[in-house]
C-alpha cells in the first residue's frame, strides 16, 4: 500500500494575494507550480504554505493550495531549454539584449517593442502572461489581469536538476522554476518565444526563452526596487489557441534535464 502511494504523483498549485482574492481587489503575492511523488506531497505542500506566508512582497492574507492527482498516461516529456547568459550591466542595456533575442527568434522588431512595453507599463503585476502575436504584436487572450497562468510541469528527476543546478552556481527557486516553465512554454504548440522579468522586487534578472535559441538569461531588466514584473508569450500569427491555453494550462509536463547545465556567455 504505502509502494502504491509513492509511485503516485501529484500537481501542488499555490497561489496567494493580498488584500483578498485575486481578481477581486487582491494583490498577487506569491505562487508555484510542482509535481510532488505520493512521498513528498505533504512536505511540498507544507513548504509551498511556508513561502506563501514569508513572501518578500507582503503578507498573503488569501492562500490557495490545489493537490490534483496525476496519472502515468497524463504526463508528456519536453527538454530542458540549453542555457545562455548576455553580459550586460544597466537595464537599457538588458532590453536591448531581450529586442534583439526576439528578434532573432523572429518575432517582429514591433511585437518584440510591444512586449517590452507591455511589461514595463503594468500597474500592478498580473498572476499569468500575456499572449501577444508575434507579428502585430496584438494581445490574443482575453484573460485581462489575470493572464494565462502555466501550471502542472516540473523536471522528470528534482535531485539531480538540483545538483546540475549547484554544479553551474544557479542558486535559488527563481532560476530553478523559470528554467522549468520556460522549457514547457517553449515546447507549446504556437509559441515563438517567451518575455519575462521578476515581480519580485529584488530579482532584476529575467530572460528571453525560445525553442529556437533556448533560454537567454538577460541579468538586469529591470530597476532594483521595481515591484512590477511580467510575462508575455509570442505567438505564431493563426495559432490555434484554445489548443494553445489547453497545453499551458492542463497538459502535465516533465522536463527531462541531462546531468549538466553548461553556461554560455554572449556579449
Ligand atoms: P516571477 O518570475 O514568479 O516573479 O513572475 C513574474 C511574472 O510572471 C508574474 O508577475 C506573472 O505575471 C508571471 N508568471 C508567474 N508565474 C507564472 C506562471 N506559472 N504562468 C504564467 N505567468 C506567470
Known amino acids: 500500500m504505502l509502494e502504491e502511494i509513492a509511485r503516485e504523483n501529484f500537481s501542488v498549485k499555490m497561489r496567494a494575494s493580498q488584500g483578498g482574492v485575486l481578481g477581486q481587489g487582491g494583490k498577487h503575492i506569491s505562487g508555484a507550480e510542482r509535481i510532488v511523488s505520493g512521498a513528498d506531497l505533504e512536505q511540498q505542500v507544507l513548504s509551498m504554505l511556508e513561502r506563501a506566508q514569508t513572501h518578500q512582497k507582503g503578507e498573503a492574507d488569501f492562500i490557495n493550495i490545489k493537490v ?31 529586442l534583439a533575442e526576439l528578434v532573432q527568434t523572429s518575432v517582429s522588431e514591433a511585437a518584440a517593442r510591444c512586449g517590452i512595453e507591455a511589461i514595463s507599463k503594468l500597474a500592478t503585476s498580473m498572476r499569468g502572461a500575456m499572449l501577444l502575436d508575434s507579428l502585430s504584436g496584438e494581445r ?53 518565444a517567451e518575455l519575462c522579468w521578476s515581480d519580485d522586487p529584488d530579482y532584476v534578472t529575467g530572460y528571453v526563452g525560445s525553442a529556437a535559441r533556448g533560454y537567454r538569461r538577460i541579468p538586469v531588466l529591470k530597476e532594483k526596487g521595481d515591484e512590477i514584473g511580467g510575462r508575455v508569450f509570442f505567438v505564431q500569427p493563426g495559432a490555434d489557441l484554445p489548443r494553445l491555453i489547453h497545453y499551458l494550462q492542463e497538459q502535465v509536463i516533465l522536463v527531462q534535464t541531462g546531468e549538466q547545465i553548461d553556461v554560455t556567455t554572449t556579449h
Open 68 to 98: 490534483e492527482l496525476v496519472k502515468p498516461e497524463m504526463v508528456q516529456y519536453c527538454p530542458l531549454l540549453p542555457l545562455a547568459e548576455h553580459a550586460v550591466a544597466t537595464v537599457t542595456e538588458g532590453r536591448q539584449a531581450a
Open 140 to 192: 490574443l487572450d482575453a484573460l485581462g489581469q489575470r493572464g494565462v497562468r502555466v501550471t502542472k510541469m516540473d523536471v522528470a528527476d528534482a535531485a539531480r536538476f538540483q545538483r546540475s543546478l549547484a554544479a553551474a552556481h544557479l542558486y535559488g527557486d527563481h532560476v530553478r522554476e523559470a528554467l522549468v516553465l520556460a522549457s514547457k512554454v517553449a515546447s507549446a504548440p504556437g509559441i515563438v
